[in-house]
């Protein structure tokens, strides 16, 4: 029995209905019943459970040899570190109580870096909580997902294409495909010890403006990318609905990615690149 968060987003639904095809028992986690009854209709068991309270985890584990789990964010949250180390240990003591032997973390590129990386380090952190309690443990530090790219469409009728980053430095990209499909084989696999596996998308890193002439290719028209200072993330951010507390960890992983001097990657784990070119989902999203 393999048990699979995150079922009601992009990676979690690509590990449970990859494991349903490969003939596997699934268990998938949802918080509201409903959003269940699409999975039990394909055959997975469905559990009730809340990441936050803890509360409905320990039944969601019972019986399961591996499990995939992520550390969903909490855009409004007024205490995000705290929020997400407090899902972490109960992910942690529900799955030693249940005698879980393999756990799949959705981490992030950048996670060895114990601070300084804004909402990276909890999942940086989070590893080592996990690394301490089970026997085999795989971590998938993806890379940008370009699926969020869908937040610098809302210009592109007017010829805009916003970003934060650097428009000339490329940087490697991860879809969320690519993500869901190497943490099913991971589970599949039973695991071997504590593993990292860095993974990222297509041939090769791409910058901002690439992503913006894939875009201005896909609509027909040139686009002219627009870099924001970042003094202007948090209102930004706020101004979308975001709490303060997130906008300013948000505002720090940008700056960390644009001041960077050396790679995010740690190169101590497996690097793979997944088959998904960053332009097949842009093209999906613009729905091209």
Avoid: C
């Avoid at 968060?5 to 209905?17: C, E, K, P, R, Y």
């Avoid at 942690?92 to 990276?120: E, F, K, N, W, Y």
């Avoid at 490697?172 to 993500?179: E, G």
């Amino acid at each position: 029995m393999y048990v699979v968060m995150g079922v009601s987003g992009n990676t979690g639904s690509v590990v449970a209905d990859r494991l349903l095809r490969a003939g596997a028992s699934v268990r998938v986690v949802v918080r509201d019943a409903p959003k269940g009854d699409a999975w039990r209709a394909k055959g997975a068991d469905v559990a009730i459970a809340d990441l936050v309270s803890g509360h409905g985890l320990g039944a969601a584990f019972e019986g399961a040899s591996g499990a995939y789990v992520l550390l969903p964010p909490n855009p409004v949250s007024t205490g995000f570190v705290a929020e997400q180390a407090t899902k972490a240990e109960n992910i942690r003591a529900a799955g030693v109580a249940a005698g879980l032997r393999h756990l799949v973390l959705l981490s992030s590129v950048a996670a060895q870096h114990a601070d300084g990386t804004g909402p990276i380090k909890t999942v940086g952190r989070a590893e080592g909580v996990l690394r301490a309690a089970f026997p085999n443990t795989t971590f998938v530090r993806a890379a940008y997902f370009p699926e969020n790219w869908a937040g610098s469409f809302g210009m592109l009728d007017q010829g805009v294409f916003p970003t934060f980053l650097r428009p000339d430095v490329p940087f490697d990209m991860v879809a969320t495909a690519d993500i869901g499909r190497v943490a099913a084989d991971a589970l599949l696999g039973g695991g071997a010890g504590h593993e990292v596996i860095e993974l990222a998308s297509g041939s090769g890193p791409l910058s901002p403006r690439d992503i913006a002439d894939h875009v201005g290719a896909l609509l027909g028209r040139p686009l002219t990318v627009v870099q924001g200072p970042e003094e202007a993330v948090v209102p930004t951010l706020t101004g979308y609905g975001m709490s303060g507390d997130v906008a300013e960890l948000y505002r720090e992983m940008i700056a960390a990615f644009n001041h960077a001097t050396t790679s995010p990657w740690e190169h101590t784990g497996w690097f793979v690149r997944g088959p998904t070119q960053p332009e097949q989902v842009l093209a999906r999203l613009l729905g091209r």
